[in-house]
Structures are given as structure tokens and as C-alpha cells.
């Protein structure tokens, strides 16, 4: 497994090495860059800028697929900020007897999951637990920088993630292949997202946090210093957007909200076993906006 950085060394070594060394059954490509790294470790083609911007540049400046004729199973989770932000979406190719891609709609590269749950989420903690845990905030990791927005809330990544690794392990062992999964819709110029009318990219896989909103989840448009572009934004609905789509309130957002997880579970992009977690998530107090519980 490799994800961001680490997914850039992967993509060169699916392509350079594994043919070669054949020690793996298959491998999970997660919020992969643009290109690979060159063969001696370094990112390439070269960037005149150091740091974070200078490495983005080196990595999302062209496209560069996974071999068709890989030895192994490769599956790619990509979220919005991977596709544009970071040019994984010049590399697009389409799906093979042993590659998949999915594009995960509403997320973004980093997440509260990643940076506020994950260290916590040792399968003891309750779904309110986890829920408060994913309040929107604009604090980053190890408080070292903070956004100029609500980073991306949405715990989506996590659990598509889960899946592509059940998926992968069972494939890998030679099984059946994973769903093949619909992209996440560009403009002409390929370098933007169709929005619906809520501000949410349309197309990708979709999941209850974009198919029963409460805000905007984006995985491009932030600010700030560091690393804080690469972790999205989250916009609240306001009281007019809410009571248009949930006229009924709670009840009806939770009857909705259920509705799409359950429809993510046969498409085969959430587990099962993740079911009760997350509709417990979603009907926790925190989860939604106060005037909506009170709908």
C-alpha cells in the first residue's frame, strides 16, 4: 500500500520494479499524484521550487498510467483533490482485467478522519464518540497549521477505503475483481468538476455524505499555510438549503441518509459490517445542524 507521497513511489514501482522483484499479490494505490517518482528516488520531472509546492509541481505535471499488463491486481482510490489538485487525473486509463480506479466524490486528499480520528479510532469508541471527533474544524495536525476554512468532514474516504482493501484482498488471492466504478465528471477542459446545485461533484462514487447532505464537501478550494490546501473544504448548509431538502427534518434526513449507505453497500463500495458505525454516526447529535434535529 502506498497513499499521497507514498503513492508515488508505488505507481513507479507497479511499473519499474514489480516485474522484476514479484514479491507482492497486488497492491492499493491510495490518492495517487500525477507521475511517479524517477527510478533513483527522486520526484521527476524536477521542480525549481522547494518544499510542499515544489513537490506538488514535480508530481501532478503529467500523467503517467499504471501498466496495462501489470503481473498483479492494482486498485487506485482517488479523491477530488487527487484527480485535479495533484494531476492524478492526467494519468486516467481505463479499467482492466487487473487494474481498477475509483474516484471518490466529496473527498478530499487529507480529512478529519485522517488527522483528528485516526489516532483514536482503536474500534473502542462509540458512534458519538467518533461523531464528535468529526466535527468540521480548522485545525490541522499537530496544530501545525491551521486552515482559512472548515477542512473536509466527511469520513467517506475512510470507509470506501476499508472496502477497496476487503476488495483487494480477496482479488488478489484470486478472486473476483472489484466493481468497476463511474469517474468523477469533468468539465471540457478537464480541469474542473461538474457541480449540482448544492456545490458537490457529481459523478464518482457516491456515498451518504454526498447523496443526503448537510454541507458542501469539497476536496479543493482551501487555504492557508503548509499542507492545508490538500485537505478540502466543508460548508455548512444554511436553514433554507435544509428545510428545501429535508422538509421533514431528522427523520427524513436519517430515512434518506440510510437509503444511499444501503445503496453504497450493494454497489460494493462501503462493507456491511460498517453499517450500524456509520448510521450511528450520522443520527448522532453532532453529525447534524441543531435546526435540523429540530425540524
Known amino acids: 500500500m502506498g497513499e499521497s507521497q507514498g503513492a508515488a513511489y508505488l505507481v513507479t514501482y507497479v511499473n519499474a520494479v514489480d516485474r522484476y522483484a514479484q514479491v507482492f499479490d497486488g497492491f492499493f494505490v491510495h490518492g495517487r499524484p500525477g507521475a511517479g517518482v524517477a527510478i533513483d528516488g ?38 477530488e483533490t487527487d484527480v485535479i489538485l495533484l494531476g492524478g487525473g492526467l494519468a486516467a486509463q ?37 461523531a464528535d471527533l468529526l466535527r468540521p474544524t480548522r485545525k490541522l495536525f499537530m496544530d501545525l497549521t491551521d486552515s482559512h476554512s472548515p477542512y473536509n468532514a466527511g469520513p467517506q474516504q475512510h470507509y470506501v477505503a476499508q472496502a477497496a482493501l476487503d476488495h483487494l484482498d480477496r482479488w488478489a488471492a484470486g478472486g473476483d475483481a472489484p466493481p468497476s466504478a463511474p469517474r468523477i465528471d469533468l468539465d471540457e477542459t478537464r480541469t474542473r468538476f461538474l457541480l449540482d446545485e448544492y456545490g458537490l461533484a457529481r459523478g464518482g462514487i457516491r ?6 447532505p448537510t454541507a458542501m464537501l469539497s476536496g479543493l478550494g482551501q487555504s492557508g499555510e503548509s499542507f492545508a ?15 428545501i431538502l429535508y422538509p421533514g427534518g431528522m427523520p427524513e434526513y436519517l430515512a434518506r441518509f440510510t437509503a444511499s449507505l444501503d445503496a453504497a453497500i450493494a454497489d460494493g463500495f462501503v462493507l456491511s459490517d460498517d453499517r450500524d458505525e456509520i448510521l450511528g454516526i450520522a443520527a448522532a447529535p453532532s453529525s447534524f445542524p441543531l435546526q435540523l434535529a429540530e425540524g
Open 207 to 212: 456515498t451518504p455524505w454526498v447523496e443526503a
Open 94 to 130: 481505463p479499467d482492466t482485467e487487473r487494474i481498477r480506479t475509483w474516484e471518490l466524490a466529496g473527498a478530499a486528499h487529507g480529512d478529519t478522519y485522517r488527522v483528528t480520528v485516526s489516532r483514536k479510532d482503536d474500534g473502542t469508541l462509540s458512534a458519538e464518540q467518533l
Open 42 to 79: 527522486e520526484f521527476n520531472p524536477p521542480s525549481h521550487r522547494g518544499g510542499l509546492e515544489g513537490t506538488v509541481e514535480a508530481i501532478s505535471a503529467r500523467g503517467e498510467r499504471i501498466r496495462e499488463d501489470t503481473r498483479v491486481p492494482v486498485l487506485l482510490l482517488q479523491s
Open 229 to 243: 490546501v490538500m485537505f478540502g473544504r466543508t460548508e455548512p448548509f444554511d436553514d433554507a438549503a435544509l428545510s
